[in-house]
């Protein structure tokens, strides 16, 4: 580790190298990319089929960064495509040639603290003191969601809460995730708890439970449209949607963009909702594949079947055979690959998918505990007099930023080594 530290360090030195932070343009294309930076694209040959289809998941507009010398080559370059996991292209040492990687995102997670005055809205108030359009999202909705009326709220009420925060390279990294608030009248002080989607849950009065697990619930409107079902009858999930996973056969963390069913070969596979087939035939490591489009943007994908029954174009119904399990492409055994994006972006399909409906409305449960500890936690910053913090206040400068990249690049490649 000391070795590539130096190594590191020394070539940033002698090299005079450069930082630059930019933007992905929108409609670029990864092979665009080496083209612009002189690098063969004979690259793409070397990334398997595997890695390959990360490449459509850089995201127009998303930040990324790159290391160059003095003459502009490119040495490194860090291209988020989750929040977890990133494209790691590096020169390698002494060699006119560059290597491929998907890797661990380094950032920090830490946990902040908030207080707003009611003068107008919580979305305003938050926005004006606190300084992160995120944040002040992230708290509307919360509030909003938990059926507490804002329009109620007086000026001078008191909102409070904590929340954790992402942050790479001396910037927000993702959305932060509100854990606790506390809302503070005149007449009264009330809690919201928040779900992993950051939706609000008012505080009921239930008999003490001290530290003891508490389960809310709520119901999802939904059209008739939009209610989906289940790929396959009698599932059972053997791996879940995930941004980072260790991955069975690369042996490397990828990610997981989907749900896996476990099901033997020749389960008929059925059509979660009504669309429109956009794709059907081989893709991959995926095998055998059909894709559909549904409405409000959604798509879904079936992998590793072992006979398809569709083609392209037809319209399928909810609930309609499409294909059978299997096992082609690159897969540890027969089993369903069920994906779901919605407006491009891959989602946890299990968000979505249903096997029972009550009427228009779905049951959504939401656990929590450690209840007094996070209600403790939140009332001793409150004690305290805790200033709020304020995203905007403090700024890196380009050298330590420089400098935290090198650090970054250090640990993605200690990171590398371990896994290969």
């Given at each position: 580790m000391k070795i590539i530290i130096l190594c590191l360090l020394w070539t940033t030195l002698v090299l005079s190298m450069k930082v630059d932070y930019k933007q992905w343009k929108k409609n670029q294309t990864f092979s665009d990319y080496l083209g612009t930076n002189h690098i063969s694209k004979s690259l793409l040959q070397s990334i398997s089929d595997e890695d390959k289809k990360f490449l459509l998941e850089i995201r127009?507009?998303?930040?990324y960064c790159e290391l160059k010398d003095k003459n502009g080559v490119l040495y490194q370059v860090l291209i988020p495509i989750n929040e977890e996991m990133q494209i790691h292209l590096f020169k390698k040492p002494h060699l006119d040639e560059y290597g491929f990687d998907i890797i661990s995102v380094t950032y920090?997670?830490?946990?902040y603290f908030g207080k707003i005055a009611v003068e107008r809205n919580p979305y305003s108030d938050a926005l004006s003191s606190i300084q992160s359009p995120q944040l002040a999202k992230r708290l509307s909705l919360a509030l909003d969601s938990?059926?507490?009326d804002t329009q109620s709220l007086q000026k001078g009420d008191e909102i409070a809460f904590i929340y954790m925060q992402k942050t790479r390279l001396g910037e927000l990294y993702a959305m932060p995730k509100i854990q606790l608030i506390k809302i503070s009248t005149r007449k009264k002080e009330q809690y919201v708890y928040i779900d992993g989607d950051g939706y609000?849950?008012?505080?009921?009065?239930r008999k003490k439970s001290g530290n003891k697990k508490v389960v809310y619930g709520r119901r999802s409107r939904t059209s008739k449209r939009g209610r989906f079902g289940m790929p396959l009858r009698h599932t059972q999930i053997t791996s879940g949607f995930s941004y980072r996973r260790w991955h069975p056969l690369l042996h490397r963390y990828r990610p997981h963009q989907g749900t896996d069913f476990r099901a033997r070969k020749g389960t008929p596979l059925r059509a979660v909702n009504d669309g429109r087939i956009i794709f059907s035939g081989w893709m991959g490591g995926y095998g055998r594949v059909v894709k559909i489009r549904h409405a409000g943007g959604y798509v879904s994908l079936y992998a590793h079947q072992s006979r398809i029954r569709v083609k392209r174009g037809q319209r399928v119904r909810k609930g309609q055979i499409i294909g059978y399990s299997g096992n082609s492409g690159r897969s540890t055994g027969p089993h369903l690959h069920f994906g779901l994006t919605r407006y491009g972006h891959w989602i946890?399909?299990?968000?979505?998918?249903?096997?029972?409906?009550?009427g228009n409305a779905v049951l959504k449960k939401?656990?929590?505990?450690?209840?007094?500890?996070s209600k403790e936690k939140l009332n001793v910053y409150l004690a305290n007099n805790t200033p709020s913090y304020i995203w905007g206040q403090e700024w890196f400068s380009r050298k330590l930023r420089d400098t935290e990249v090198v650090e970054v690049v250090e640990n993605e490649e200690q990171n590398h080594k371990l896994q290969a």
């Open positions: 127009s507009n998303s930040k920090q997670n830490k946990e938990s059926d507490i609000g849950y008012k505080e009921v009065k946890n399909p299990m968000r979505v998918l249903r096997k029972k409906s009550i939401f656990a929590i505990t450690d209840i007094e500890k």
